[in-house]
């Protein structure tokens, strides 16, 4: 959808307008969608010590059952090894 190297502005705005949520190890995204107190998109945040794809992909399909709800009404979510915590958007 975008070239590599899109800014991270960029990249918010599509989730936005696609209604997507997006899955990522950057911090900068939970900041730019809690401190203005936008509505989503929703978010994924990884917080893994070793973030090997087949890791990602385990942990993912481990919880997306458990916060598909959470997504979809708006939510950044942060997940590391063991557990993960939902914060419903927007953030007051």
Do not use: N
């Amino acid at each position: 959808l975008l070239p590599a190297t899109a800014s991270d502005q960029e990249i918010l705005a599509v989730a936005r307008r696609r209604g997507s949520a997006l899955i990522t190890a950057d911090l900068d995204f939970s900041d730019m969608i809690a401190l203005p107190a936008m509505a989503g998109p929703s978010l994924i945040s990884l917080r893994l010590a070793h973030p090997t794809p087949d890791r990602v992909t385990r942990i993912l399909l481990e919880s997306l059952p458990l916060i598909e709800k959470d997504l979809e009404q708006g939510a950044i979510v942060s997940i590391d090894e063991t557990t993960f915590r939902v914060r419903p958007l927007p953030i007051s």
